[in-house]
């Protein structure tokens, strides 16, 4: 991502798979450390240690991360992300993406673990045509998005 900084933007959505057991709560601490700022250290740690996302793995990888403990179990007992969460599942559903990940590179849909040189030429197939169209729109960039 760092490298199409300021020409691309990376939005992510939970997509917490109905039939898996912890898929909700991890996204709750995924969203929990994020609002302490350790979004994505949390969530390489998950993908580390998957499929170990039981809550008290998930308060183990929280305190690894020096979360506010507190702070971190009361968001998770209160579900303080669900409506979002529960937004990003209705999301994926009308999408009709059943499986994680799944990218969306302007509006191309890409489902599975894709290789980072697959992605990268679309990304620079769309980029390509965003700057030919540029002449016509001056604020164009391309959006990439992903579903965990």
Known sequence: MEEYEGQIRLILRNYPYRYRDYSHIAAEALLAAGDQGKYWEMHDIMLERSPALDSKSLETYAQELGLNMEQFKRDLESMKHKDVIEQDKELAESLDIYNTPTYFI????????????????????????????DSICSNCHICFSAGH
């Open 106 to 133: 302007n509006g191309r849909k890409v489902t599975g673990n894709a290789p980072y040189e697959y992605l990268k030429k679309i990304i620079e197939k769309e980029l390509s045509s965003v700057q030919e169209k």
